[in-house]
Each structure stands twice: as structure tokens, then as C-alpha cells.
């Protein structure tokens, strides 16, 4: 699939039959049945972290532009206010438009940063956003609260699986526990 590391299913794989040890064929087949359940729940907390990050990507972009926003027009009331006690003319101001453009490019970067997976680069990113007057944590918490997240068809999928897991887990201990030798798997 897409967006998976093919090198990653092998070790994935070969440590889980590690571990589950299965010896005879049948077990074998349990074994791999369980394995491809376990990567499929694993592939679907990707994709919900992946679609969080985003959503939570743009969520800090919005929020940071708006506040840009917020110091320009607070930038431009100082400006106004300084003209005219200055004795100036109302019609000769000139007032600086706020650079939509530009503040949307510097808050997309400055998301990036806090949803990355370095832990400086997100404490660099968070003390930038709490500069900016914003709170991290009300942030999320809007977020949260405002219904926004569309992970839910991934939670729906791994609620799904890991019930699948238990089950076909409990077949292979079940199965292990009656083997009519005792036997020891060979680990490669």
C-alpha cells in the first residue's frame, strides 16, 4: 500500500513469529493470520495519526494567522492613534494592509514545526505559538471540543480488529496448549 515501508512488514513479521512461536503448519497459519490483523491495526493508528496531524496542522495555522492578524490591526490602532495626536490629516494615513500571503507561509511553516516528530522542534514551535499569545493546550482543546477530527473511521476499524486479535490470539495459545508433544519452535 501506499505510504507503507516495505521493509517494514518483514521485521514487523519476523519479530511476531519470534514471539508467537508457532511450530506446526496450522499454527504457522494462525500465526500469520494474527500478524496481518496486527499490521492492519497498526497501518490504521498511521493513518489516524497522519489525518490528526494535519487536521491539527491546520487548526494551528488558522489560529496563528488570525492572531498575526490581530497584532497588525492592534499595530495599526497605535499607528492611527499616534498620527493623530501627531496633528495629522485623517486623509493623508495611509494604512499598511495586513500581508495575508505572507502570514499564512510563516504560520504553515510554524504548524509543520509543532506537529513534527522531533520533541525540540515542537518546543520551539509551542514557545513561537504561546508568543504569539496563543495557548497550546485551549488550542487542542477547541479542536477536541469542536467535533473536527475525522479519525473516527480509522477508530471504528481498529475498535473492529482488536476484538479479531484477541480472538484469533486465544485460537493459537488454545491451539499451542494442545499439541500432543512438546515442541520448540525454531526461531530464524
Known amino acids: ?23 506446526t503448519p496450522y499454527e504457522a497459519v494462525i500465526a500469520e493470520n494474527l500478524i496481518a490483523i496486527e499490521w492492519d491495526m497498526l497501518q490504521h493508528r498511521r493513518m489516524r495519526d497522519r489525518v ?6 491546520h487548526k494551528i495555522t488558522e489560529a ?9 490591526e492592534a499595530h495599526l490602532d497605535q499607528v492611527w492613534d499616534a498620527w493623530i495626536e501627531a496633528g495629522k490629516s485623517e486623509e493623508d494615513f495611509q494604512e499598511t494592509p495586513f500581508d495575508r500571503p505572507g502570514a499564512l507561509s510563516e504560520a504553515t ?13 515542537v518546543a520551539a514551535a509551542e514557545a513561537e505559538i504561546a508568543a504569539l499569545g496563543l495557548d497550546m493546550v485551549a488550542l487542542m482543546a ?26 484469533v490470539k486465544r485460537d493459537l495459545d488454545a491451539l499451542q496448549a494442545a499439541r500432543p508433544i512438546e515442541a520448540v519452535a525454531e526461531v530464524s
Open 1 to 23: 500500500m501506499p505510504g507503507q515501508s516495505p521493509a517494514a512488514f518483514p521485521a514487523f513479521e519476523a519479530g511476531l513469529l519470534r514471539a508467537l512461536a508457532p511450530v
Open 52 to 57: 490528526l496531524a494535519r487536521q491539527v496542522e
Open 64 to 72: 496563528v494567522v488570525e492572531a498575526c492578524h490581530a497584532r497588525h
Open 109 to 121: 511553516e510554524l504548524a509543520a514545526r509543532a506537529v513534527s516528530r522531533d520533541a525540540e522542534t
Open 142 to 167: 477547541e479542536f477536541w471540543q469542536a467535533g473536527e477530527v475525522a479519525t473516527r473511521f480509522h477508530d471504528r476499524k481498529i475498535a473492529e480488529l482488536e476484538p479479531r486479535c484477541r480472538e
